[in-house]
């Protein structure tokens, strides 16, 4: 039997605060890759921050009005493409919980129900990528709130061994926290520190030739653990930007 996958025609891009300062080239490259599936990308240019910060550290009043100036962005009935699974975890898990009760709640869940991670939306319309390059042992990397909200390491691994060329290896660490945290990295330097270190020799002893992320603040937590200790490994990649690549679509 034959399954009829449905590409939508449409999708709102929520690019993530950090990957819109720090890595607005991974966001394009997402863009583009969509794009090139026939997909009409719209990306709100009003949007900023999901909350997570100010939630995740115990300020619910203070994510409240953050995350609450994103509601009015997505009024057509379109999937919200988030390429990153703690972004995405906390607009699709959290929203409905922190609108609770308010004149938000109707609005926040609707939403959070047409909210899908980058690498979950490639796989649910059918992306088959066809691999350019060279053979490559590769290592991914996924957040916490990926692994263990959104689940979306299993897509970030399908859409890696989808490729003929490339050999994934899992490392040591795979499945611990890079010692990112968000404001954890902030408020315990010494602990993330330690965490950092034990995942970037996890990562050199497999020898990877890239290191493969969704979510930008881990990238920036190992690639500046790279930058200072081990400047002969690879920095992290998005993976919008690897698979861009791979597939010649990048120039």
Same mark, same amino acid.
Request: charged share 20%.
């Given at each position: 039997?034959?399954?009829?996958? @449905?590409? *939508?025609?449409?999708v709102?891009?929520?690019? &993530?605060? #950090?990957?819109?300062?720090?890595? *607005?080239?991974?966001?394009?490259?997402? $863009? &583009? #890759?969509?794009?090139?599936?026939?997909?009409? /990308? =719209?990306?709100?240019?009003?949007?900023?921050?999901c909350?997570?910060?100010?939630?995740?550290?115990?300020? !619910? +009043?203070?994510?409240?009005?953050?995350?609450?100036?994103?509601?009015?962005l997505?009024p057509?009935?379109? *999937?919200?493409?988030?390429?990153?699974?703690?972004?995405?975890?906390?607009?699709?898990? =959290?929203? *409905? @919980? #922190?609108? +609770?009760?308010? $004149?938000?709640?109707?609005?926040?869940?609707?939403?959070a129900?047409?909210?899908?991670?980058f690498?979950?939306? %490639?796989?649910?319309?059918?992306?088959?990528?066809q691999?350019?390059?060279? !053979?490559?042992?590769?290592?991914?990397?996924?957040?916490?709130?990926?692994?263990?909200?959104?689940? /979306?390491?299993?897509?970030?691994?399908?859409?890696?061994?989808? #490729?003929?060329? /490339?050999?994934? /290896?899992?490392?040591?660490?795979?499945?611990e926290?890079?010692?990112?945290?968000?404001?954890?990295?902030?408020? =315990?330097?010494?602990?993330?520190?330690?965490?950092?270190?034990?995942?970037?020799?996890? %990562?050199?002893? &497999?020898?990877?030739?890239?290191?493969?992320?969704?979510?930008?603040?881990?990238?920036?937590?190992?690639?500046? +653990?790279i930058?200072?200790?081990?400047?002969?490994?690879? +920095?992290?990649?998005?993976?919008?930007?690897?698979?861009?690549?791979?597939?010649?679509?990048?120039?």
């Amino acid at each position: 039997m034959n399954t009829t996958i @449905t590409l *939508p025609t449409d999708v709102y891009f929520f690019g &993530t605060c #950090l990957l819109d300062i720090f890595m *607005p080239e991974a966001g394009i490259d997402a $863009i &583009t #890759l969509l794009e090139q599936q026939g997909i009409r /990308v =719209h990306f709100p240019m009003a949007q900023s921050c999901c909350g997570q910060p100010a939630f995740s550290s115990g300020h !619910p +009043k203070d994510s409240f009005e953050v995350a609450k100036a994103q509601l009015d962005l997505f009024p057509n009935p379109w *999937p919200v493409v988030v390429p990153s699974g703690s972004c995405g975890g906390m607009m699709k898990h =959290h929203w *409905p @919980t #922190l609108f +609770k009760g308010s $004149i938000y709640e109707r609005q926040a869940n609707e939403i959070a129900g047409r909210v899908v991670e980058f690498t979950h939306f %490639l796989l649910d319309i059918g992306y088959e990528p066809q691999d350019k390059g060279e !053979p490559a042992k590769v290592a991914v990397h996924t957040s916490c709130s990926a692994r263990r909200e959104m689940n /979306v390491h299993l897509s970030g691994w399908a859409l890696v061994d989808k #490729l003929k060329n /490339v050999e994934r /290896v899992v490392h040591d660490h795979e499945s611990e926290c890079c010692g990112f945290g968000g404001t954890f990295s902030v408020k =315990h330097p010494d602990i993330s520190g330690a965490m950092v270190s034990d995942k970037v020799a996890s %990562l050199k002893a &497999t020898e990877a030739v890239e290191i493969i992320s969704a979510d930008a603040g881990c990238m920036m937590n190992i690639g500046g +653990k790279i930058a200072k200790d081990e400047a002969d490994m690879p +920095k992290p990649k998005h993976i919008a930007t690897f698979l861009l690549e791979r597939t010649g679509g990048k120039v």
